[in-house]
């Protein structure tokens, strides 16, 4: 839990990492292995214990950064990938989840064409206009959504844009109950896909602090293990770039993912000089080349303008 001056707490997926379903370890939105965690939808799910810090009760700041693999279906149809929830009706607490079918706190169906990332506090809270249809969450996308709630305030973001700002009567409610990452407050894990980071604030955080935040996950990925002999040029480039690879071992496959971890290309390279990466059907922005080797695990942002 973060505070108002910043000092952590705890970040929770960071204090579970070294402690934690190891075997479901894997690869975050920075390309890293072991630095993200892998839930199944079906019997994955982490627990922490109630504390008196995560009680937070008039302001909250929720920040997720996920990527689906699959829309669950089953109660509510809510994907939920972090719940504090006394009950399942009329409760208190505060979740982050997304739907496949957009459905009220009775689980009735609100709308079955959208799928949206929404955070809710309290189930009095639950339906007062959180379900703006903004774009739809899709499967193999990293998001950075983040839910804020201050004095009568709710917010939701998506990438660090504001997607919808709305008045809610009550606050957010404490209870005695656990956090839960991965399942919702059915009890029922409900959650397909990788979740790299969560960090929960006891204050709603700026716009300005939100779209920083999600800057530094989504598009301000760094370049890791660079090495000299891994090189793409021109870079920056119109779209048309060539990678040489003459000092990496074996044979080379190279992936090139847009800022939001979206697999563009994928290239397996067994000459490895003036081989050609194509983005002129791209937009301009930041990619990032991967190359894998048989002893080398690299990655290079290249930016098209």
């Given at each position: ?6 000092n952590?707490?705890a970040?929770?997926l ?8 190891p075997?479901?370890l894997?690869s ?5 292995s072991d630095?993200?965690f892998?839930?199944?939808?079906i019997?994955?799910y982490m627990?922490?214990a109630?504390a008196?810090s995560?009680d937070?009760?008039?302001a ?8 689906s ?6 109660p509510?149809?809510?994907n939920?990938?972090l719940t504090?929830w ?5 409760g208190?607490?505060y ?10 706190y009775n689980?009735?169906?609100?709308d079955t064409?959208k ?6 506090s309290?189930?009095?809270?639950w339906n007062q206009?959180?379900?703006d249809?903004?774009e739809y969450?899709?499967?193999?996308i990293w998001y950075?959504?983040t839910?804020?709630q201050?004095?009568?305030?709710q917010k939701?973001?998506l990438?660090?844009?504001l997607?919808s700002s ?7 409610g404490?209870n005695?109950a656990?956090?839960w990452?991965?399942?919702g407050?059915t009890g ?5 896909g990788?979740?790299?980071d969560i960090k929960l604030?006891?204050?709603a955080?700026?716009?300005i602090?939100?779209a920083n935040l999600?800057?530094?996950?989504a598009?301000?990925?760094s370049?890791?293990?660079n090495?000299?002999n891994?090189n ?6 119109k779209?048309?770039s060539?990678?040489n ?6 044979n080379v496959?190279?992936?090139?993912y847009?800022s939001?971890g979206r697999?563009?290309q994928?290239l ?7 081989n050609?990466?194509?983005l002129?059907k ?10 894998v080797?048989d002893k080398?695990?690299l990655?290079?942002k290249?930016?098209k303008?």
């Amino acid at each position: 839990v973060f505070g108002n001056q910043e000092n952590a707490v705890a970040n929770v997926l960071d204090a579970l990492d070294a402690c934690c379903i190891p075997n479901n370890l894997m690869s975050g939105i920075l390309f890293i292995s072991d630095t993200a965690f892998h839930f199944d939808g079906i019997s994955n799910y982490m627990e922490v214990a109630d504390a008196n810090s995560l009680d937070l009760d008039t302001a909250i700041t929720i920040n997720v950064v996920f990527k689906s693999e699959g829309f669950y279906t089953g109660p509510c149809q809510n994907n939920t990938m972090l719940t504090k929830w006394s009950t399942f009706n009329n409760g208190t607490g505060y979740a982050a989840s997304f739907t496949d079918n957009v459905v009220d706190y009775n689980c009735n169906l609100i709308d079955t064409t959208k799928v949206v990332f929404l955070g809710v506090s309290s189930n009095n809270n639950w339906n007062q206009g959180l379900y703006d249809y903004h774009e739809y969450i899709q499967s193999n996308i990293w998001y950075c959504g983040t839910f804020t709630q201050s004095l009568d305030t709710q917010k939701i973001y998506l990438n660090g844009v504001l997607k919808s700002s709305h008045y809610v009567p009550n606050n957010i409610g404490i209870n005695s109950a656990p956090i839960w990452f991965g399942k919702g407050s059915t009890g029922i894990p409900s959650f397909k896909g990788i979740i790299d980071d969560i960090k929960l604030y006891n204050r709603a955080l700026s716009a300005i602090e939100v779209a920083n935040l999600c800057s530094q996950t989504a598009t301000s990925i760094s370049e890791y293990n660079n090495d000299a002999n891994f090189n793409v040029s021109p870079n920056p480039s119109k779209g048309i770039s060539t990678f040489n690879s003459l000092g990496l071992k074996g044979n080379v496959n190279c992936q090139v993912y847009d800022s939001y971890g979206r697999l563009l290309q994928e290239l397996n390279f067994t000459n490895k000089n003036n081989n050609t990466i194509d983005l002129s059907k791209e937009m301009n922005g930041v990619y990032f080349v991967k190359v894998v080797s048989d002893k080398n695990n690299l990655v290079k942002k290249i930016i098209k303008n």
